[in-house]
């Protein structure tokens, strides 16, 4: 509960929907390495049910939406409490841009190709969007801008969760660990 | 940085424009007892701007208000960072209905009649009525609802802001201490 010298971490979690963010942000949290450090998890549909539900999905409302979060992972960094935040976020200026802002930033490019998470589709975006219910789907009819050079990149249709969930904490633990 | 049990608190400070909840909230923040803690101030103006621009000060925008910065808060102190908010908060049962959902709760009633906040004006607010430009205006056209059983009721046209520091700083660690 010290005031410290924050060195808090943000590690944010692009990808598709069913690339596998939630479930890889939710074993980092829970990885007996990180066990041992405050660590807050940021899940992106929460945040927009609870806090943002002006913002629905266009491309000017999802960057807003990246915005608000970073905002949010400032706040809880700058506080000594590191942040985990699984966020679609398909726009590279808008990712780029919250990477400026804070100061020990990993991103994680969760990866996975679109017609592997159209077979998981955890939230039925991808039913929804056959049914005609939903449009701007990234992937789609809505594009995803892949990181160019993300901190690390976990091919979840290659690799296990265990072996993904391996390589991001290995990249805390390298270039941002206490 | 350790995952420890949360034991952090929010401090919720209430009252009118100009009664000194700004003033108060940076006070205790600054305040010897509670340097050694990690405290964090949330400033409804700056959320209003940052991450809820779609409220405005209808009631219902206003009890929202209350309850999204309720919900950061919780998420801040489930992490271990002591909260204070500064925040008009007019209506009794938003106020209410946050205490409810936060463990360690203090409410700090800031209270000063409304002809000296009206000379205090620190954000012009009563200025802009009187030129008609803003209406809901608490405390002139619309209640102030105030605390029937505040933690700590401060009242800032007869105290000093050291004497009212000192007040809510020894509410604090009598209460809430570490």
């Known amino acids: 509960m010290k005031r410290d010298q924050p060195t ?6 692009t990808g598709l929907s069913g690339a596998g ?5 939710k074993a980092v949290l829970q990885d007996p390495e990180t066990k041992g450090l405050r660590v807050c998890l940021l899940n992106a549909g929460d945040l927009r049910r609870k806090l943002f539900p002006d913002l629905r999905f266009s491309r000017s409302d999802r960057e807003e939406n990246v ?39 990993l991103e994680v490019f969760v990866d996975s190709p679109i ?23 990234s992937g789609l009819d809505d594009p995803y801008e892949a990181p160019l050079n993300p ?28």
Chains 1, 2 share one sequence.
């Not at 808090?8 to 979690?13: D, R, S």
């Not at 963010?21 to 942000?25: G, I, M, R």
């Not at 000594?80 to 976020?89: I, P, Q």
């Open 151 to 178: 901190d690390v990149h976990c091919r979840t249709d290659l690799l296990s969760v265990e072996a993904c969930t391996a390589q991001i904490v290995a990249a805390i633990m390298e270039r941002l660990g206490p």
């Open 115 to 137: 017609e592997i998470c159209q077979q998981r589709d955890p939230v039925g975006l991808y039913r929804r969007f056959r049914q005609g219910e939903v449009s701007h789907i």
């Open 21 to 25: 963010k939630t479930t890889l942000s």
């Open 67 to 105: 915005r608000r979060i970073g905002y949010l992972a400032g706040l809880l960094t700058a506080n000594g409490v590191n942040t985990l935040v699984a966020s679609m976020s398909p726009e590279r200026a808008a990712r780029d841009t919250v990477r400026q802002k804070l100061t020990h930033f």
């Open 8 to 13: 808090a971490f943000t590690i944010w979690f």
